[in-house]
């Protein structure tokens, strides 16, 4: 008898202790209010550890294509091309807003620098 009266009395503690636990929820608040906001809440988490380097403007890595540069930046205003050796280097300069350009420099077509500069008046 005192087995099944303390096996009784445990699993009555263990659903008060369940029961307690559950989140009390305002007013006409919903399940799917309560999950939007919990996503809003990790996406903000999220956005917080983004670490930004640079212009927020230029998303270039070394080892891009020209063609790739130009998909993502559009056609240059210039493009000069010369030989040292065998290897062709290539330099574009792409129109950026506020007064300034981005140079880009290729050596065999993949980009190995650039740079934001600020635009000049002669």
Do not use: H, W
């Not at 608040?29 to 990790?42: L, P, Q, Y």
């Amino acid at each position: 008898m005192k087995k099944g009266f303390s096996l009784i009395a445990i699993l009555l503690l263990a659903l008060a202790a369940t029961v307690s636990a559950q989140p009390v929820r305002g007013e006409g608040s919903t399940v799917k209010e309560e999950s939007a906001a919990k996503r809003s809440r990790d996406e903000s988490r999220r956005a917080a550890r983004v670490l930004r380097v640079g212009p927020s403007t230029t998303y270039l890595k070394n080892g891009l294509s020209l063609d790739e540069v130009v998909m993502l930046l559009g056609k240059p205003a210039s493009r000069s091309e010369r030989l040292d050796g065998v290897v062709r280097l290539t330099t574009c300069v792409f129109p950026r807003s506020g007064g300034r350009v981005l140079v880009a420099e290729f050596e065999n077509g993949l980009l190995v620098s650039s740079r934001t500069e600020a635009v000049t008046k002669a």
